[in-house]
Each structure stands twice: as structure tokens, then as C-alpha cells.
């Protein structure tokens, strides 16, 4: 049965992100590895951003010639 298939899911990884939860509140080893992970994510998104902010502004001013 589809429905509780996915309700097997969902309670699987419910399970699972409370296990992540308290991994990384009692494990200091694991959060700052959760943290540099997340920052080089966003340090990589600011940096895709900023290219595409210099791409966008050069095809507007491109358009304006």
C-alpha cells in the first residue's frame, strides 16, 4: 500500500534526523564538521552568486549599447 510506504519513510527519517540532531548536539567533533561544511556551501553560493551578479550587470549594460 502506497500510503504506508510513505509512512514507513517519513518515520524513517524522522528517526534518522533526530539521531543527526543529537549527533550534533553531543558530539563536538561532528558539529564542526557540520559547520565547515555548511559555511564552504554557502562561501560557494555567495561565490556563484557574485559571478552571476557581474554576468547579469554585463548583459544589462550590454542591452543598453
Same mark, same amino acid.
Given at each position: 500500500d502506497t500510503r504506508a510506504?510513505?509512512?514507513r519513510n517519513?518515520?524513517?527519517?524522522k528517526a534518522r534526523?533526530? &539521531?543527526?540532531?543529537?549527533?550534533l548536539a553531543t558530539d563536538?567533533?561532528?558539529r564542526r564538521a557540520f559547520c565547515l *561544511?555548511?559555511?564552504a556551501m554557502l &562561501?560557494?553560493?555567495l561565490n556563484q552568486?557574485?559571478?552571476l551578479a557581474r554576468l547579469s550587470a554585463a548583459c544589462? *549594460?550590454?542591452?543598453?549599447t
Open positions: 510506504t510513505l509512512v517519513a518515520e524513517r527519517a534526523l533526530a &539521531d543527526a540532531i543529537e549527533l563536538a567533533e561532528v *561544511t555548511n559555511q &562561501d560557494q553560493d552568486s557574485s559571478r544589462r *549594460t550590454a542591452l543598453e
